[in-house]
């Protein structure tokens, strides 16, 4: 999957060539056709359409043997801020991309544009393909159990027009109610098929047109390029010129097929053959349109124009079809230059020097055989000694055989040169920029490789994940938003790194709600787990240290995974202080207790309250600013419904810094009340909280 999903790029590009010379193809005739519609007979029209045939099975001016090697492998910068949340910073750049955000590779679903019309193009195929299938597949075996017609006289009729058409292949007739009008079916094994009382419709004469018309399709192999047309139309499925390109050729195919059996009547004859047509069209019904049958009416709504070739049908002398032929030939070859030749897409299209080609080739074979540095050596004196224009692949061949080897100064040094010979040449663009990052000259590599994307056809994402990790290392993080952003709105799926890469540069800039706003646009569309997101989420707020919101998304990761993370765990108990109940003696209060409900102190109670729901105060902004750490001593009662009531600083160090939220903070404190003789009671608490400034996510 991967290796095809790597060549789906390329085959996209040269798609979409061959499709738009196809199109002008076909629009050529189109002109032509109506040109001379008149001056030309009815074959010679048709004739056109099978130089289209041609045309489209054979796409390829030459093919060329790629000695070039694949693209060199990129390294980006990775972020997994689920580890760094607890390692720092000096952690957060790993080697090569993986996708550890899940133990399933997602990678077979980041599709690009192309990947997915390509996609797209191919389940229409199959669809359409295997419709027309089945549909002659249950035709041909309802055929197949009716039986032959014995009638010697009929057979004997079809033998004299047989011999008319100068055809020899043995053929049956079968009447079936399957059919609305007389039509051959099947190539190999042909079959006249007669509706039911046809035979009693129509007289001998009528009869002997019908045969030698169904005889001029088996003559001419019609229902042969009718497979082949169904074939091209499946693949083409999504062109609607090619759909009525054939829809004409069908309507040509007839007027043919009609001239060739008026070649072999006499002309006084003519006028009878075009009555028979229209006798046909008062008493029978169009066929269905299968690739293996070939009727008399095929289109109702062109029958004028047929009817007026028959009448005005004249017979060709061998001097005017000899004139035809070479006509036919000259526009096909006219039309074949002007549309030009579909080609993989490659740069480099002007045909390799032969001392050049012949370097290269033995070159390649000894690359092939692992004698590198000899492979190299030939290249080389090629260049040296040439007087031709070195061509662009020499360059490439011989700038990777110096990287295979690790030599990237040698390697470098070739593709500049190449580059530099050949500036719009995107191999080379694409290799030197490669190697240039591989270097770690990222400032040159950079926007090498995001031209490199713009300007090519097929859009290589790669390109653009290069350029992104140039500008990463060079710490111009704007160029790394904006680069990584066009990434991730080029693809259907992007992937998952990518956006953590986005994350994790805001986290960079202390940017946590933009990398929160990120996290939350793409977690819907994105093929990662929603949980892996989740702890993204948490991993910001507490990089924010906004510790009620990381306890929220906590609980909806909970909720979803069924179980708490350790890496969570570990980072929840290093935000919640460590409180103990003291024995403190009564201090003055205005809680109002019921009757018979006092309040003790520690030492006259047998179970201390215990916090089961805190969150940490939010650290003042002003001191998180100027660096400055304290500690609150709090006192307060837990009462029976354990909840903090009157809290009192007792002590304060710097005053009047933290007293503020440090009292916001335990107000929202929950705890198991205290017990005393196996009952909840009220209990005086004393509470020291430190504020430290806590290892961050990012310095």
Request: proline share 5%.
């Amino acid at each position: 999957m991967e290796t095809i999903l790597k060549a789906l790029p390329a085959f996209f590009s040269w798609f979409i060539d061959y499709t738009i010379d196809i199109s002008i193809f076909i629009c050529l005739i189109f002109v032509l056709k109506s040109i001379i519609a008149k001056r030309l007979p009815a074959w010679w029209h048709y004739g056109l359409w099978l130089v289209l045939i041609i045309r489209m099975i054979i796409p390829l001016k030459y093919e060329k043997s790629s000695v070039l090697p694949e693209f060199l492998s990129i390294k980006l910068p990775e972020f997994d801020l689920m580890d760094t949340m607890l390692l720092g910073k000096d952690d957060m750049i790993s080697g090569i991309i993986e996708n550890t955000s899940s133990s399933f590779n997602w990678a077979w679903l980041d599709l690009s544009f192309n990947e997915v019309m390509l996609y797209a193009w191919l389940i229409g195929a199959l669809s359409i393909g295997l419709f027309i299938l089945i549909k002659n597949l249950r035709f041909w075996i309802t055929i197949k159990q009716k039986p032959m017609l014995v009638d010697k006289d009929i057979l004997d009729l079809l033998e004299e027009c047989k011999i008319t058409m100068q055809i020899n292949t043995v053929i049956g007739i079968i009447i079936t109610d399957a059919v609305k009008s007389p039509a051959l079916f099947g190539y190999l094994r042909p079959r006249l098929l007669l509706p039911q009382g046809v035979l009693e419709k129509l007289t001998r004469s009528e009869l002997t047109y019908v045969f030698m018309h169904e005889l001029g399709h088996l003559k001419r192999h019609d229902i042969g390029v009718s497979w082949v047309i169904t074939m091209l139309q499946v693949f083409h499925w999504f062109n609607p010129l090619v759909w009525f390109a054939f829809y004409q050729m069908r309507i040509d195919q007839e007027s043919a097929c009609d001239a060739s059996v008026l070649a072999r009547i006499r002309n006084n004859q003519t006028k009878d053959y075009a009555g028979t047509i229209i006798g046909f069209l008062e008493r029978f019904c169009q066929n269905q349109q299968l690739p293996a049958m070939a009727g008399i009416i095929e289109n109702k709504s062109q029958i004028k124009r047929r009817i007026a070739m028959i009448v005005s049908y004249k017979k060709n002398t061998k001097r005017i079809k000899a004139l035809a032929i070479v006509m036919l030939l000259v526009t096909g070859f006219i039309f074949y230059t002007i549309t030009g030749f579909a080609q993989e897409g490659l740069d480099n299209k002007t045909p390799l020097p032969e001392d050049a080609k012949k370097a290269m080739v033995e070159a390649q074979k000894l690359f092939e055989n692992k004698e590198v540095e000899n492979a190299r050596n030939v290249l080389q004196d090629y260049m040296d000694t040439t007087h031709d224009t070195i061509p662009a692949d020499a360059y490439l061949m011989l700038g990777y055989y110096w990287y295979n080897d690790k030599k990237l100064d040698e390697a470098l040094k070739v593709f500049k040169e190449g580059y530099e010979a050949y500036p719009d040449n995107n191999d080379l663009m694409s290799y030197y920029g490669s190697t240039l990052y591989e270097m770690g000259e990222f400032a040159e590599a950079a926007p090498l490789l995001e031209k490199r994307y713009e300007e090519s056809e097929s859009k290589d994402i790669r390109m653009l994940e290069a350029a992104a990790g140039a500008y990463y290392q060079l710490k111009s993080y704007d160029d790394t938003i904006r680069v990584v952003k066009e990434m991730i709105d080029s693809q259907y799926d992007p992937k998952p790194e990518w956006i953590n890469m986005l994350i994790g540069i805001y986290q960079e800039q202390e940017e946590y709600n933009r990398a929160i706003e990120v996290i939350e646009t793409y977690m819907a569309i994105s093929g990662a787990p929603k949980e892996t997101w989740l702890k993204q989420i948490i991993a910001c707020y507490y990089a924010q240290q906004n510790y009620e919101k990381m306890y929220e998304y906590n609980d909806k990761l909970v909720k979803i995974t069924g179980t708490q993370d350790p890496t969570l765990s570990a980072l929840i108990k290093k935000t919640q202080p460590e409180i103990k109940a003291e024995n403190t003696p009564p201090f003055v209060s205005t809680f109002s207790l019921s009757a018979g409900e006092p309040v003790y102190r520690i030492d006259e109670i047998d179970t201390p309250p215990k916090p089961i729901e805190m969150f940490p105060p939010q650290y003042p902004i002003e001191a998180k600013e100027k660096k400055i750490e304290g500690k609150v001593v709090l006192r307060f009662i837990v009462g029976i419904d354990g909840i903090a009531h009157e809290p009192q600083v007792e002590n304060a160090e710097p005053e009047g810094v933290f007293e503020e939220v440090a009292l916001e903070a335990v107000a929202k404190y929950k705890f198991t009340p205290a017990k005393k003789n196996g009952e909840d009671v009220n209990c005086f608490v004393k509470m020291p909280m430190a504020f430290k400034l806590g290892e961050k996510l990012i310095e």
